[in-house]
């Protein structure tokens, strides 16, 4: 008998498990067969579904991740040696790496960190600048603490889509009595290095301490540490001249250095965002 493929929707709460655990792991090697166990699927299956679901193998999504990821620290941390990079994207050696980004990129990782990342794609419309208008003091930094939440993720544009998958949200918040609790929105690329079609955003809610989501519901940490915390006052889904003043003009005027884990941005009124948004902007840092 042959076994039907399922739409992959059928899997969502699969294979966010399984993308949960490719962003953790990133520094390790990741095998197939690791994957499909996470998704109780057998490897084949999985690879198939995968294929389908995002439209890609899971290794060239690993190695995509990995490339993105170690691209974004270059440029935006420019005292990380390259030696402290590689290893947190999973490669043994400076060389292993700086193959591996020549290839994907078509520059070496200095010539990247250079500048040559201007040249690497087509941007969209202009950002407009705002360092003649934003004051560092406008900045606070401050420890927060981890969060457990649920999420709805998003692939695409980030300005796209969003009344949906907040939407989204508000009702999984609901079946679970979660109204009014804070809401994040995590974009989990760099919009200057990942094709606008496979940018990664969620949505998420606070799940409080000492609650558990049904199964069928994703769930992540968010990292707690030292953030800084930029309030924001406009339109829901504008929010990229604030995220470059902060990550380009303010980040290295201050005695900080950006790390691996995600930005993202907080609302804390517990308000599901709408058309105009009233939240933080929240960078993580490290000393």
């Given amino acids: 008998m042959v076994r039907p493929i399922l739409p992959p929707e059928h899997y969502n709460a699969r294979f966010a498990r399984v993308l949960g655990f490719i962003e953790s792991q990133l520094a390790a090697p990741i095998a197939l067969a690791e994957l499909a166990c996470q998704a109780s699927l057998s490897p084949y299956y999985f690879h198939r579904l995968f294929c389908q679901w995002q439209g890609e193998t899971p290794q060239a999504y690993i190695r995509r991740l990995r490339l993105e990821g170690s691209a974004a620290l270059l440029r935006y941390g420019p005292d990380l040696p390259v030696t402290d990079i590689a290893p947190q994207f999973g490669f043994t050696s400076v060389q292993a790496f700086n193959r591996a980004f020549h290839s994907w990129f078509g520059m070496s990782p200095g010539h990247w960190r250079r500048g040559g990342y201007a040249a690497w794609r087509e941007h969209g419309d202009p950002v407009r600048d705002l360092s003649g208008e934003l004051e560092p003091s406008a900045v606070r930094v401050v420890r927060l603490p981890p969060e457990r939440v649920i999420y709805v993720r998003k692939i695409g544009p980030y300005r796209c889509g969003l ?96 790390t691996e884990e995600h930005c993202f941005e907080r609302y804390p009124d517990g308000i599901v965002p709408g058309p105009q948004a009233h939240s933080e902007l929240c960078l993580p840092l490290r000393r």
Avoid at 169 to 187: E, N
Avoid at 248 to 257: A, E, G, N
């Fill in 163 to 258: 009344a949906e998958v907040w939407e989204e949200v508000a009702r999984l918040g609901a079946s679970l009595g979660l109204q009014g609790l804070p809401c994040y929105g995590v974009g989990l690329d760099d919009p200057d290095v990942t094709p606008a079609a496979r940018l990664r955003f969620d949505a998420c809610m606070l799940l409080p301490r000492g609650r558990n989501a049904p199964l069928h519901i994703p769930t992540r940490v968010l990292s707690g540490g030292l953030h800084a915390i930029l309030p924001y006052r406009a339109s829901q889904g504008d929010t990229e001249s604030h995220w470059r003043w902060l990550i380009r003009h303010w980040l290295p005027r201050s005695r900080y250095r950006i």
